[in-house]
């Protein structure tokens, strides 16, 4: 079965500080790997996707994740971030084949101080 | 072009009730998933599905069923409601059955009294 784990609850980061957000997964082969975001009373939206090729991906909002197969993490970062970030961020799984559901985490609450 | 449209956006109920969440995909979309999202916690799977037969189901009571009409909007239904079915239920459609390119709604908050 596919899981997914954030370790981090909640997140306090200065504006224009950089940012890590961690995500390990479990899946018997290489999963498709989501990173989104949801702001309070809204959906998700999604930031970026992983499913093969290059291990540094590129997302919206400046926001970047890398797929490290040997910790079976998939972290995301941005440089710098804006007040605007401030979010609930959640990493999820998907299976390649038979592949009709996502997995989520329990989620990274971001907070950002001035 | 409209998202996924998710109606009613708030709803109260008491326990032993009967409540009934509806979704309308993006034009083009034949496929719906639904999500359960309890506060604190991620979205969990509860359906999917596509061109109006279910595709997957997952570890949610017989209490909840689902289905999807021909315009390919779905409706969720949950029956003899608990407290423990208060939750933000989210609906995401796609074009097909994969998870590759998921579009989420707001979502309808349910609470339970």
């Known amino acids: 079965a596919q899981s997914v784990t954030q370790p981090d609850i909640h997140i306090t980061v200065s504006e224009g500080a950089s940012l890590e957000l961690r995500c390990n997964y479990s899946?018997?082969?290489?999963?498709?790997l989501f990173w989104y975001v949801q702001s309070p009373g809204q959906g998700l939206q999604l930031l970026l996707k992983y499913f093969s090729g290059d291990t540094l991906v590129q997302g919206i909002k400046g926001f970047e994740a890398e797929f490290k197969r040997s910790q079976s993490s998939f972290n995301l970062r941005k440089p710098s971030v804006h007040w605007s970030d401030a979010a609930e961020y959640f990493c999820a799984v998907g299976a390649v084949i038979g592949n009709e559901k996502l997995t989520f985490g329990t989620g990274t609450r971001l907070t950002i101080i001035p | 072009d409209a998202g996924v449209t998710q109606s009613p956006t708030h709803l109260i109920k008491t326990r032993g009730q009967h409540v009934t969440l509806r979704c309308s995909p993006i034009s083009g979309h034949k496929s719906v998933s639904w999500y359960q999202q309890v506060l604190g916690q991620g979205p969990q799977f509860i359906f999917q599905y596509y061109e109006k037969e279910e595709r997957g189901r997952g570890n949610f009571p017989d209490r909840f069923s689902a289905r999807q009409f021909p315009n390919y909007s779905s409706e969720l239904n949950v029956n003899a409601l608990l407290l423990g079915d208060s939750a933000l239920y989210l609906c995401?459609?796609?074009?097909?059955?994969?998870?590759?390119?998921?579009?989420f709604g707001s979502g309808t908050q349910l609470s339970v009294l």
């Open positions: 995401a459609s796609s074009l097909g059955t994969g998870v590759e390119k998921l579009f």
């Open positions: 899946y018997g082969a290489t999963p498709y």
